[in-house]
């Protein structure tokens, strides 16, 4: 089964739970140039954290994923108790202070003195991170295909898109192709008349003057880069029916798509009414690239 093309963008949650508790995972992802994974969790899972990391590193190859985990507990929380050292040091403070101010017969007050921060102390659990891990990462892997495959359905219709698009730039290239071989003779044909009537008077060798026309023509031709173009095209094709981590290598390819057409305006300008009509299409294709560009910042 080939890789799916995938958003970097989407939302996911997943709970597991057994005797002891509820874990609930949240996963958000967004785009990122590479893989960034904060965490949002409670106190006592930072011991396994990089086990979590490592399996959303198997599963996510980019984007920024926020991971927020929710664990409730049930029954006893560990017995309850007040903190003996801290609650004598309350005593005698008061009994000094009591003593020295002259306020006899004065008595401590214990609701006072439970309020005080670090009072009251519950029994350690033992051992959380054997009794979480293992449903915390069953939650995590629930979310993780939750995720994937909400991005691998926005990854679906971003690539519809892209396809949608790349036809456009295909045909307008195919049409730009037709034009250009239209275009070249008679670019050549024009400019051999305008240098012999500027010319006309001169002791000018006649086939030199011809090779200099067909030389000039040369350079305005665009068939390599209506080519180039349309191989590029192919590959942008190819690559989405491969699937993956396909998000750099378009952007790296229509960045080669965008200098083969910026080449074929600045080659059209002065070839006529045929220049035109290529100038129209290659500007077309500049905007359908960029709004392939757009929707491929999105993919992995």
Known sequence: MKPRVRSMTGFARAQRSNAAAEVSVTLKSLNHRGLDVHFHT???TDPFEHVLRAAIKKAVLRGHVDVR??????????????????LRSYIAAFQKAADEFGFEGAVPDLNM???????????????????????LLEALHD????????????????????QKH???????CCQIGEIRSRAVPLFQQRLNERLKELLRN???????????????????????????????????????????EVGKKIDF????????????????????????????????????????????????
Not at 70 to 86: P, Y
Not at 118 to 125: D, P, Q
Not at 166 to 172: F, T
């Open 42 to 44: 409670p106190a006592g």
């Open 69 to 86: 985990v929710i664990i409730n507990r049930f029954g006893s929380q560990g017995a309850a108790g007040f903190n003996e050292g801290l």
């Open 113 to 135: 003195a439970f309020r005080l921060p670090g009072m009251f102390e519950e029994a350690a659990e033992a051992e959380p991170e054997r009794e979480l891990q293992p449903l």
């Open 143 to 162: 979310a993780l295909a939750a995720l994937n495959e909400f991005r691998a359905r926005e990854g679906a219709e971003l690539a519809a898109f892209i």
């Open 166 to 172: 790349n036809k456009l730039v295909a045909s307008a």
């Open 202 to 244: 001169s002791n000018v060798d006649q086939q030199r003057l011809a090779q200099e026309a067909a030389l000039l023509a040369d350079r305005s031709d665009i068939g390599e880069e209506v080519a180039r173009l349309d191989i590029h095209s192919k590959q942008l094709d190819e690559i989405l029916d491969v699937g993956g």
């Open 253 to 300: 390819l229509l960045q080669e798509m965008n200098r083969e057409t910026n080449t074929i305006l600045s080659k059209t300008s002065g070839i006529g009414e045929l220049g035109l009509k290529i100038t129209d299409l290659a500007l077309g294709i500049k905007a359908d690239i960029e709004k392939i560009r757009e929707q491929a910042l999105n993919l992995e």
